[in-house]
């Protein structure tokens, strides 16, 4: 664990410091309450604060206000170091935002005792912490193929209609459905199916710009987003994914397996809502469909790739 002893007295900064170094602790050391705080606003900040109340430049309470002010995600646990002894001073420290106090001097066995417990709280809020991350991802992310769910990327969809609104951009989305994906199933299995899931976003990935947008719609469709220059042909990047896919061969545990996918394209340059949009690159998708697959039909216009074996 990585801690900060903010102490301006050399002998009790010393023996902290060897105490915790003892037990494995990585120490950081501040001499004053303005190098506590500028420690403590760095990246990677220390966990847990032995932080002296009386100390130059600022003290103790007025560190721990400010670092409470900076509303971090993970704050870090703070042991305040006192000489004053009256309730009222300790309820002062505490009001302040410190979680804890030892009063000097300092038994070395109180010592170990209020560390643990401050050690405790923060591996408690990591682990609490790492959980939320994990939760938050699996409700944002699809669990299979690991690109957005159906709900992350409806949202991507209306913030990216909102900002293509500000900026006077154009924004296209494509609803791509994989070509006979039932048969993929009922041969080999949906596992295999499942393998071809992912192959595809792999090769849907590396066909995408850092700002384009991916998610899983359901079952083998998936709906991508594209921010798109002016006076740029909108189908072009999307016939180019469709091409990808047909020349892509995909390594499944059945073996080699070659699939086309088709696409429905719907482009706005002006405001309008994700309901149109879906809905305009889903009847553009059953066009593409009805058309012989492995093809990109935008809107209800007859663009596509040129025809191969489906």
């Given at each position: 664990m990585r801690i900060l002893i903010a102490d301006d007295d050399l002998t009790s900064r010393t023996v902290l410091a060897a105490v915790l170094r003892r037990e494995g602790h990585e120490v950081v050391v501040a001499v004053n309450g303005l190098e506590a705080w500028q420690a403590l606003q760095q990246p990677g900040a220390p966990e847990l604060v032995i932080l002296d109340w009386i100390m130059p430049g600022m003290d103790g309470p007025e560190v721990t206000r400010r670092v409470r002010l900076l509303g971090n995600e993970r704050p870090p646990y703070i042991l305040m170091l006192t000489s004053r002894n009256r309730k009222s001073d300790i309820i002062a420290g505490?009001?302040?935002g410190a979680n804890d106090y030892l009063i000097k001097p300092f038994d070395l066995g109180e010592l170990r005792a209020?560390?643990?417990v401050g050690r405790r709280m923060v591996e408690m809020q990591t682990a609490l912490f790492e959980s939320r991350e994990a939760f938050a991802h699996l409700a944002t992310y699809d669990p299979l193929t690991g690109t957005l769910n159906r709900g992350a990327i409806l949202k991507k969809l209306e913030d990216e209609l909102a900002r293509t609104t500000r900026q006077a951009d154009g924004l296209a989305i494509g609803m791509l459905d994989i070509d006979h994906f039932k048969q993929?199933?009922?041969t080999y299995g949906h596992q295999t199916g499942d393998d071809v899931l992912c192959e595809i976003v792999k090769v849907l990935n590396e066909g995408l710009r850092p700002y384009d947008s991916l998610g899983r719609?359901?079952?083998?469709e998936f709906l991508l987003i594209l921010p798109i220059e002016a006076?740029?042909?909108p189908a072009a990047p999307f016939?180019?994914?469709?091409t990808g896919i047909a020349d892509h061969q995909f390594v499944t545990r059945s073996g080699i397996l070659s699939l086309t996918a088709s696409i429905g394209v719907e482009f706005s340059s002006c405001e309008t809502s994700a309901d149109h949009m879906l809905a305009s690159a889903d009847a553009a998708l059953y066009q593409a469909k009805r058309g012989g697959r492995n093809r990109t039909v935008c809107r209800q216009s007859t663009l596509h790739l040129k025809s191969l074996a489906s």
């Open positions: 505490l009001d302040a209020r560390f643990a993929i199933n009922d719609i359901g079952g083998e006076g740029a042909d016939e180019r994914l469709c």
